[in-house]
């Protein structure tokens, strides 16, 4: 139908040999259809003062109160930050962070007090935050083999081209390889509450369920299965060069072990933004009411991972979530100031509504 | 399948590469697209000839020698073969650009220092284009295999040697220089040399529609002087040779020679040669000899696809590609510096994998990286979309019922497919007049002869009421006092029936009453008969009475106005007609028989010998010598008759009216004898008045009477060209009918005398350099040859000249000049179109002489073309004036509101037309062009100097006219356009030609400037198209030519835009135009709805495209400043690369096929409107940066809040960027809301369909892919993002905040600018119903002058605005 118009002779160098009178009974009057003759009801936003104004207002409304909730929400989340770099001579951590080796045998730890000004209720989160490293670096977030993450036999021995040049090391795979897997965050942060009384509690830290459900149980396989002797399936390869321990000697759970533990999961998923914190534990089952009491606290880390030769930081974070995730007065702000403008902008377009609006109509009126 | 085919083409073009695209590409396919290669090189090289020996003949060793280069006649017209098709295909493709930078990057991916994303998602763009496209050639190039397949396998019957007969064979099968034997409605297989026809005559009819839609048959001759001609064809025998020009591909030539054994050359042109897949019609048998098969016919040679335009909305498109272009070098330089200086300041960061690269290397890489990151920038796929939605516009345009025509039951056709946006930008409209303005139905309305004008009331009076009532027609026609002396006259037997009907005045003998009854019947039957107005005239009474006169030499006349018929008169009147009747190439068919198969020749009632005689008797002792026995009741004996008549007295005398043709120089003589004729007959003038009056009562009773069904083979005529049907048609009106024609006789009727076996000596077609036809004929009576000439009065008036002798004689020929020109000029007034009738009386040796040279030139291989030109000019010289006549040609409906319309919407209309300059003028007037308040300026000189004289001349009045406008303008307040008050030029043909020189023609168009309109009379085809290029190319505007006829076509071509008006002369205008329309009105709405709808759809597409690519792209340029410039993006790559091609492809799509900014209505009404599209005022590159600096906002907008959101938390880099792909998505449609102007449930459909699919597709592609896609795997991002609050927090912030400026913007401008052209829409809404309300006054009051269709009196409309002028 479309193309009836168009000859088709001109097309490729056939000539019709149609007899005359061929199609000629058909008649070639179009349809008279809405859609053919562009006569399709329609809506035709005629975007004016008029009849943009209510949408100004009603988004003022409805953007200011979420903001309020938002910041308020926002506000009710606790958070503590503690920076443990070591950069500053006072800091206590300043000497670890001086004679770094990602091999040195002696670990270097160090301790560092610090006092919570309110409680913690509820499910406390303690997270490691690093600054100035670039996780979304485009070549580092290549680097890694999913497929030998997800436990396949070959992968593992035979890493992908990507994991280069973190594949193999003294002639065997590297397993994980890569370079996410090589620089994976290993101090090891401990938390303990001095009580008033002067005893020193260590505050148990979950190292579970800190990883995507989706993740530890879809994503991440250890080859050979779940019950497989991790030490043998490993046989044959090696461990990435940065690290202390294979990878089958993560953890001695046996479900936290390998490529499914959570702390290896977590650091896997490559941060977004150069400065980033990733959960490390969780404190759920404190035996403690609050979970996280006001008072003083230290926090003992065992200092391995460098950063300073990238002049990055090391953080500990310890905070609180809510439905909207965590402290965040952003979005809150966002809100109120959108809301605002938008109500803002309503009133000046019923101003200016009000002034050509009745000029138009005077005019319409005069015809 | 046909939509396929389409798309087919599309694409094809698609993949044309852009250097094949011209701004039309070479208009094959025409017969006569070489119109201006023959004027400015006639002389083609054709260098090697063709020698074609039959292939069974006897001459087996030259066949085979010659004929071995020779193609056969299998055609393939396919581009592949199986093995070929993939290497080809891809070549093919890969001459594109866009594919090149696809593949660029597809290549550059493979380089691991930059690759960005995995190796084959960077190929998914490339081979889902090349896939596509690979697959509709592949199914194009299969379709035309069959179709080849089915053509070669054609059968047809052709000579074999071996068996002496004629075998079937397939098409294929045929080679160069077999015998070919075909029936009727067969098509012909190859070019062949018509060597036999089963018609006695040697003629065959063929059609050629299928090569050029034209369906008039063409008549082919055979070969001339062939030995066996006639006799039955002995082909073993064929010893011939034939010479001729090579292969070519031009339809309307064909020359060269054949050689008979004994050494005789026979000249071979066009008329001899039957064209590949032409039709046999009416014609039972030929056989041709094949001289050019397969590839080599004309027809395939002249094989072209549909025009490629490029618009000028591309060209301006084209620099915005650019600007992406630089855009993204500029997007790219930066983080390849970023990423350089930070590499500088980083020492030994355990993320980096590769230390070792130098930072200014790395940055170098990084350079490329983005490139392949921000590929979409370069929105390669909005070239590919602006295809699809040109196709979309073409097809509502093809839909429109306003642009249908119910009577021709025709569509408008678009040929050129992708220049619709151009239809909204037209700034000069160049119109032929012709068929094009009018109906191209022409009428015959008046004439003059012999200086004596012939008003033709009657006539007039009858196209007035035409259309309102038919039934009138017929009646009114029975007031015309034509008798008819048929049923005693009339031989029925030998059916020459018309030629019976003799003119006369009746008497009131009963015996001649049934007569009377007869021509009354026929009357009613003609005009019963002939639909057509054109065939129906009423001839003029006075015109009838004279010839009556001629007849009946006992009359005396009484009537004293119309003066005294003298014999000369009365010779010119008969010479005129017969000169009407054959000085043309109209081809003759009656219903009742087959088609244009000439009727017998019939003998005349009379043998020639003795009418001769007669005829002779008759000269020398005209009417008053004869003294005849009356011998009735025998109708076979004209003579007999005659005399009896004129015994009587009472009775017609049906005077045969070519008695005096034969002899112009006895001119002198009759003239002194009918001096004794008139005193003769003057006595029964009166009665003759008398009678007709009384006939009027008695007609009205027995005009049904049902005897005499002579007229049963009623004639109909097919012209070339519809002025030359009305003159046949006036011709038969005065029963002066052609019955028939073959190639060397014409068969006409005379009145009283019957058909007449005219020798045809020659015809010099009609060409649009010397502007007229001629015949010559040796005639039937006289046995004289004569020459009628038939053409433009200028020419005419030129070649016309007072014969030397008796003074008396110089002074007669002085006043017909004289009166005749007088009536030149009123017809031209009256908007008629006129033609001069001469003709001319060659003395035997002088005819040798020039048929010497004549013959040459036929024959002449070489310069074929100039030397007929040539020996045509020497033989029309020292013509006679007959006369002339004026030939109506109504206005189209609407003609006059279009043309307003245009100019209301500010486009500047030009008329050019071959026309008369007052015919030109009163046109205009009727039309509107022209207001009666218009100033004039006529340009018309002689020599070049007085035209660079006029036109400076006229530039000062324009100018000094200009001022008395503006300060009278100063208080009326008003624009000068609306005003009516403006300039008008009107230029001659040759004021053009010196006006079109490179010295002058700065000035030209500085004055046409500023003319409201320009009207270019008596300007040729190449005056047309060189004046739609000079202003194109000078002012550098948007031209649109529109034409009808063959002499349209080079300005069709050259213009812009290309508008055919399919109408009554042929197909060529249609062929070589964008887009083919049945009526001028139809433009209105083409242009003021379609090409604004389509200009301002296409425009804001492509700014919506622009804005998408920017926007998105912007989104991973700005992850780059936190990603240390390394081109890592946020977003699996999968969903990166659909974005564009899937998840937000078809809204715009939509957008820019759908949308409608102003209603239909409104534009028709408005035209005003159109101006905004026409100085393209949507797409400015101010809106341009506009566009793309809302879209650095968005994106801006788009990435920052979740960056904000989500900054320092522990989210991962997909979860990152999922809400901002979400987000970008919603944006991108929401914005295309905003920007629509209409919605409709299509719309929302396609913007529901794209969001859902989005979600749909990332939302599994998030649950199935396990170890897919590194390193961007999404396994359970998006599900984990989107079961949180915050993602969707998130997202109606951006979105909201993103938006509102567009939003504000649209509501402001919409309420403050309250776009000038809806303000200004208000204000005309008053204007025009002011100016309604005043033509519906008019109206009222002139409405009968109102139905003359030209008028000829505008009354003055505006009265105020003329004294502005003043």
Redesign the interface.
Known sequence: ?????????????????S??GGGALR??????TAF???R??????????????P?FFI?GLI?IP?GIG?YVTSNNIKEFEIDYTGVDMSSPCFNCSQNYSWNSTKPCTCTIPFYLEQPYEGNVYM?Y?LSN???????????????QL?G?MDSLLKP?K?CE?YAMHDNKPIAPCG?IA??MFNDTLELFYNDPNGTKVQISLANTGIA????KY??FKNPGGDNANLTAVFQGTTKPV?WRKPVYELDKNASNNGFINEDFIVWM???????????YRTIKDSKMVPTLPRGNYTLEVVYNY?VR???GRKRMILSTIS????K?P??GI??IT?GS??FF?GVI?LV??HK??NR?NS??IS? | M??L??V??RCRQLLAGDSERGWYSAPN?LPNKNFLDRHSSPQRVSGKRRTVFARHGPHQQEYEAASKKYKGNA?R?TKYSLLTFLPMNLFQQFHRAANLYFLFLALLNWVPVVE?FQKEITMIPLVVVLTVIAIKDAL?DYR?YL??K??NN?VVRVFCSKQKTYVQKCWKDVQVGDFVRLSS?E?IPADLLLLYSSDPRGVCYI?T???D?E?NLKQRQVVSDLPFQGAELTLENFRSRIECENPNNDLSRFRGYMEHPNGVRVGLHNSNLLL??C?IRNTETVVGIVVYAGHETK??MN????RYKRSQLEKRLNTDVLWCVVLLIVMCLTAAVGHGLWMKN?????????GETSPALAGFYVFW?MIIVLQVLIPISLYVSIEIVK?GQ???I????AL?N?QL???????ALNITEDLGQIQYLFSDKTGTLTENKMVFRRCSIFGVEYPHEENARRLEVYEAEKTEAGGRSVTLKSGCSGKSLSCRSLSCNRSSVSLHTLTDEAEEEEEDQLTNHIQRKTSAFCSRVAREVVPDPMLVRKLNWLRSPVLTLSDGSSGTPSSLELTYITDFFLALAMCNSVVVSSPSQPRHQVPEARTPLKSLEEIKLMFQRFSFSPFSTLSPPQIRGSPHSFTSRLFARGKTGSFTFPTPPDNTTGRSEPGLEDQLETSKLDSLSRAEGKDAGGMEEREDGTTENTKMSPDERDYDDELLYEAESPDEAALVHAAQAYRCTLRGRSAESLLVDLPGIGSLVVQLLHILPFDSNRKRMSVVIRHPLSGQVVVYTKGADSVIMDLTETPKGADHAQEIYGHIREQTQKHLDSYARDGLRTLCIAKKVLEEEEYEVWLKRQLLAESSIENREELLLESAQRLETHLTLLGTTGILDRLQEEVPETIEALQRAGIKVWVLTGDKKETAINIAYACKLLRPNDQLLTASCGSKEACAALLQQLRLEVQHGEDSLTTGAGNHGKSSSDCGTGFVLVTDGCTLDWALQEDLKNDFVVLSCKCKAVICCRSTPLQKSQVVQLIRDQLGVMALAVGDGANDVSMIQVADVGIGISGQEGMQAVMSSDFAVSRFKHLRKLLLVHGRWCYSRLANMILYFIYKNVMYVNLLFWYQF???F???V?TNSWVLIFFNLLFTSVPPLIYGV?D?DTP?DTLMELPELYQDTQSSKVYIPSMFWFTVLDAFYQSLVCFF?P???????????????SPINASALLIILLHQ??E???????HVLVLVFSSSFYFGFVLLFSVIC??CS????P??VE??QMS???FY??CA?TT??AL?PR??F???H???H?SAALKSA?MD??DSERYRRRMQCWNLKHSPANRVPVCVDNPDLEPNSASVMS
């Open positions: 139908m479309m193309a009836s118009s168009y000859n088709a002779k001109d097309e490729d160098g056939h000539i019709t040999v007899g005359p008649s070639k009057k179009p349809e008279n053919k003759q562009q399709l009801p329609a809506w035709q936003p005629i975007l004016t003062a008029g009849t943009v104004l949408a988004i953007f979420i938002l997270y935050g490293f670039y996780q979304n670096h485009r070549r580092y977030v290549k680097s890694r083999d999913d497929s997800h396949d992908s990507e040049p370079a090589n620089s995507w459900f989706t993740d879809v994503k940065n998923r490559t941060a977004a933004l150069p400065t980033f914190r990733k959960l460098p030769s990238f002049e439905w909207m995730g965590g965040n952003f979005l966002a809100y959108v403008v938008c902008l377009l200016i509504h050509c609006g138009n005019t319409d015809n | 046909e939509r085919h389409w087919q083409h396919g055609i017209t960005a194009e035309r179709f080849d089915k053509v054609n409605n098509i059609e529609s299928n090569l839609g369906t590949r897949s039709t027809a395939m094989n072209s696809g549909p980083l020492k030994d960061p355990i993320f980096q994998v590769d990286t196709l073409i097809y509502f093809h839909n429109d019922l249908y119910e039951d025709s569509r408008i056709q678009c040929r936190f990603c240390g390394s081109g890592s946020m759908l409608r239909a809040v960056y904000f959101a989500y900054a320092g938390s522990d989210v991962g880099d997909l979860s990152f960027g809301v905003i629509s102007h209409t919605l409709t449930w299509i396990v170890t590194p390193p961007t795997n396994l359970g599900t984990l949180q609050p915050l927090i998130v912030l909201v905040t509102l939003l504000l649209r509501a402001l919409n309420t403050l309250s208000q809404k008053e």
